[in-house]
């Protein structure tokens, strides 16, 4: 229904725009149309009354006369005329979400020229009667005050103001969901220091972790949902005989990282799709041939030994005992852990 409306008879060139880019006197912001001026012959040497300009008419602005209504979709709503009155040509929208609307006299449409749905004024001139939705006038989301006016010359100008931008009303943040370990290393009770926190580094899947965890062999646990930390509401897994370590999950006392995922989205290694365990093992030092945590005259001792009896060496102790990282393990490294070990003392 949104027509170019043509308001005077003559021959014009049409200017067309796909992407809508016309500038503010362009219809829609695509259509364009300038009439084309036709020339005249050449004047002649008879000689012509004088011309005497006609006066201007002055346009004036007159008060709204019968009852003008909003016309449109109004925050997803369908209005015919049956809401938003005009009251001394000024009328108040609040929208949650950008509408549009026309203003109705009777049975009787007010079309508009143009809208820009982004902007917190617009006014739209020459607007005028006709029988037919054409034009749109957009209303970004906020709380518009609307303005209608009249002038002598028949036309109208059709404006608003966004007093101010929408927001969603406040609600109340949801409590953060807490999650903790118990198990025999806290008598199996929710406690502030076995919480676990969200692991902000999983993005698409809902996940929980605990750092440094310490854990003996003979260690059992699970994880539970407690909204006060006292009153524990949910066990993960849920069931009995099936707590993390009951059955020898943990091999070695240590130090170790859980992960959590409680709506059981684990893949095959985590324990019941929920619970991930991992060890956390300090990185290997360079020099530690015997691979026990520490760099002493031991480790200079292994690999003379090693050298001198051809014994092998595995792939990690190999690492660990190229010292001058040329990748030749000779007696240079075991030179190279003395120096070391003479330097701790």
Do not use: H
């Not at 617009?122 to 609307?146: N, R």
């Amino acid at each position: 229904a949104d027509n170019y409306v043509v308001q005077k008879d003559g021959t014009y060139t049409v200017y067309f725009r796909p992407n809508k880019d016309g500038y503010e006197d362009w219809y829609c912001g695509m259509i364009n149309a300038i009439e084309e001026t036709i020339e005249t012959e050449p004047a002649t040497d008879t000689p012509t009354e004088p011309a005497t300009d006609a006066p201007a008419t002055e346009v004036t602005e007159i008060p709204l006369e019968g009852t003008f209504k909003l016309v449109g979709n109004i925050n997803g709503e369908d209005y015919f005329g049956t809401d938003y009155t005009f009251a001394d040509g000024k009328v108040t929208l609040d929208t949650t979400a950008a509408s549009y609307v026309f203003v109705q006299e009777g049975e009787r449409s007010y079309m508009t020229n143009g809208f820009d749905p982004t902007a917190t004024e617009v006014t739209l001139y020459d607007v005028s009667i006709t029988g037919e939705d054409s034009d749109k006038l957009m209303v970004p989301a906020g709380k518009a005050t609307l303005t209608l006016k009249a002038y002598s010359d028949g036309t109208f100008k059709l404006s608003y103001v966004l007093d101010e931008a929408y927001s969603e009303p406040a609600t109340d943040e949801p409590a953060e969901k807490a999650y903790y370990l118990v198990g025999s290393m806290n008598s199996w009770t929710a406690e502030d220091a076995y919480k676990l926190s969200k692991n902000d580094a999983s993005v698409d899947i809902e996940e929980y972790l605990f750092n440094d965890l310490a854990l003996e062999t003979t260690d059992e646990f699970k994880v539970v949902y407690s909204e006060d930390g006292t009153a524990m509401t949910k066990w993960f897994p849920e069931g009995s005989d099936n707590n993390y370590g009951g059955n020898g999950e943990i091999t070695e006392a240590g130090t170790y990282t859980v992960y959590f995922r409680p709506n059981y989205d684990g893949f095959e290694d985590w324990f019941n799709g929920c619970i991930m365990v991992i060890i956390n093992k300090p990185e290997p030092l360079l020099g530690d041939v015997d691979m026990d945590g520490d760099v002493d005259i031991q480790d200079a001792t292994l690999l003379q030994s090693c050298l001198i009896e051809a014994k092998t060496l595995t792939d990690e102790q190999f690492k660990l005992a190229d010292v001058n990282q040329d990748g030749v393990v000779n007696v240079r490294d075991v030179t190279a852990i003395q120096r070391i070990v003479a330097e701790m003392s």
